[in-house]
């Protein structure tokens, strides 16, 4: 079978050819773009969804808002924001994709901070109320340190989810790594099947990458008792997208 009717073969070359790495829109160039879009939307949905269930966790109430949020927030497709979005103020360019990808990222950052705040030791909390804490107080020098590894995990998982969605954001001029896979299908297939194949390649490698180093960061600040607890004891686990534990 020759190379042209191969996308694996083809992908391999094409990834092998240094040009497409060093060239202006190459791959180095790509993967700049995609990086800054998955930091902005993923710092973006933390400055929104962690304050608010922080607060609603402090508070002890929210937990049906919370789950209400994360599930409508998922239920909105991610490609009809990055759609709609140009359309208004915001106009075209990077602004729509970065709010778009944050929206995708609110769910398990939201439902990850309520979570951790509500399982901080109640033993220490009362402690802590008892020495004669405001409740602001409490929340910044006991909650939130014991809520640090739900906050990681909610972290992980929105990142990597914002990374491996970010392809979609050439759909819209947005840049990235999508921009190869868009490249790639304005070509024949069998022009350009390796192409499209060897930009999937590089967005699942790069989710796998962050999956890999958030993961690890995840268990150095989960102490071990805490995770050894988890795992003898069965305490809840950091909740995932839906807001489910």
Not at 210 to 235: D, F, K, N, S, Y
């Amino acid at each position: 079978m020759s190379a042209a009717a191969n996308p694996v073969r083809q992908a391999v070359l094409w990834l092998n050819d240094p040009l497409n790495w060093t060239n202006p829109g190459g791959i180095l160039d790509r993967l700049g773009e995609h990086l800054t879009i998955s930091a902005l939307a993923v710092a973006l949905g933390c400055l929104v969804a962690w304050p608010v269930g922080l607060w609603l966790g402090h508070a002890g109430r929210g937990g049906g808002l919370v789950v209400l949020v994360s599930n409508a927030t998922l239920a909105i497709p991610t490609l009809a924001l990055l759609t709609i979005l140009p359309l208004t103020f915001l106009g075209f360019g990077r602004t729509p994709v970065v709010v778009a990808l944050a929206v995708f990222a609110v769910p398990p950052l939201l439902a990850n901070a309520y979570t951790g705040v509500r399982q901080a030791d109640a033993e220490a909390r009362d402690a802590a109320r008892g020495m004669g804490l405001s409740g602001g107080q409490v929340l910044r020098r006991v909650e939130l340190p014991l809520a640090v590894p739900y906050l990681a995990a909610g972290f992980r998982t929105a990142a990597v989810q914002v990374i491996a969605t970010a392809a979609l954001a050439s759909f819209v001029n947005g840049g990235g790594l999508g921009e190869i896979i868009r490249t790639g299908f304005g070509l024949s297939i069998a022009a350009g099947g390796g192409q499209i194949l060897a930009g999937g390649v590089l967005v699942a490698g790069l989710a796998l990458l962050a999956e890999l180093l958030l993961g690890i960061v995840e268990r150095l600040v989960t102490p071990r008792p805490l995770r050894r607890g988890r795992q003898r004891a069965g305490l809840p686990r950091p909740a995932d997208a839906t807001g489910r534990a």
